[in-house]
C-alpha cells in the first residue's frame, strides 16, 4: 500500500541554521499539508499546499517557512533561521481530494531538535 | 475560534471493558469530524470521520450537535486498541484540521 514517506527521521540543527524537511507523498495525490507537534502539545497545522501554490497557512507559518514542490514527487519545507521553539515533530501529509472526500495520509514524522 | 479539546490525556480500562473517548468542540458552523489514531511506532492514521456514519474495528462516533460533541466508543475493548486518539475538526471549504491534545488509551489484559 502506497505510504507518505519523510526524511530525515531525526534532524538536529543549531539556531540560526536553514533546514529542509522532506516528504514524498502519495503519487496520485494532489493536496499536501505540514502539521508539526511540539512534545506535550497537539498536532497543528502549518501549511496546504495545491497546484504549486499555497491554499491556506497558519499563523504559526511565517516568514521563516516556506514549502515548495521542486519536482514531481517531493514537498518540502524550509525553515530559514531556526530557532529553539521550532523544535517539534514535523508530519507531511497528503490527499487525493480535497473538500468532503477529503482524507489525508500522515508520513511518518521528522523531529527536528534545535540546539 | 474553533477548538477541539479531549478532556482526558489517559484512559485505562481491562479487555473487554466498554470504551468511550470523550471529545467535544467549538464551532458555530457544520463541522466534519474525524478520530485519527496512533499505534506504538505507527503513523496518524484515520480512524473514522462522521460524514461517513460507518465502524471501524468496531469503534463508533455519533456527532451531537446540541451538545458539540463526538465521543468515541467502543462496547468491548480489545488490547489492540491501545493507541493514541485524537479528534479532529474542519470547517467547510477548508482541508485544515483542527485537532485535540489527544487520549491515550491503555487496555490491560
Known amino acids: 500500500e502506497p505510504e507518505v514517506t519523510q526524511t530525515p527521521s531525526h534532524q538536529v540543527t543549531q539556531m540560526g541554521q536553514e533546514v529542509i524537511l522532506r516528504c514524498v507523498p502519495i503519487?496520485?495525490?494532489?493536496?499536501f499539508y505540514w502539521y508539526r507537534q511540539i512534545l506535550g502539545q497537539k498536532v497543528e497545522f502549518l501549511v496546504s499546499?495545491?497546484?504549486?501554490?499555497?491554499?491556506?497557512k497558519s499563523e504559526i507559518f511565517d516568514d521563516q517557512f516556506s514549502v515548495e514542490r521542486p519536482d514531481g514527487s517531493n514537498f518540502t519545507l524550509k525553515i530559514r533561521s531556526t530557532k529553539l521553539e521550532d523544535s517539534a515533530m514535523y508530519f507531511c501529509?497528503?490527499?487525493?481530494?480535497?473538500?468532503?472526500?477529503?482524507?489525508?495520509?500522515f508520513g511518518p514524522g521528522t523531529r527536528l531538535t534545535v540546539l | 475560534a474553533q477548538r477541539v479539546t479531549q478532556p482526558e490525556k489517559l484512559l485505562s480500562v481491562f479487555k473487554g471493558a466498554p470504551v468511550e473517548l470523550k471529545c467535544n468542540y467549538s464551532y458555530s458552523g457544520s463541522p466534519e469530524l474525524f478520530w485519527y489514531v496512533q499505534y506504538s511506532r505507527q503513523r496518524l492514521q484515520l480512524l473514522l470521520r462522521h460524514i461517513s456514519r460507518e465502524s471501524i474495528k468496531g469503534f463508533t462516533a455519533d456527532l451531537n450537535k446540541g451538545e458539540t460533541s463526538f465521543h468515541l466508543k467502543k462496547p468491548f475493548a480489545q488490547e489492540e486498541d491501545s493507541a493514541m486518539y485524537y479528534c479532529?475538526?474542519?470547517?467547510?471549504?477548508?482541508?485544515?484540521?483542527?485537532f485535540g491534545t489527544g487520549t491515550r488509551l491503555q487496555v490491560f489484559p
Open positions: 503519487s496520485n495525490h494532489l493536496y
Open positions: 499546499f495545491y497546484n504549486n501554490e499555497i491554499s491556506e
Open positions: 479532529a475538526l474542519s470547517r467547510p471549504n477548508t482541508d485544515k484540521l483542527i
Open positions: 501529509a497528503s490527499s487525493r481530494t480535497s473538500g468532503i472526500d477529503n482524507e489525508q495520509f
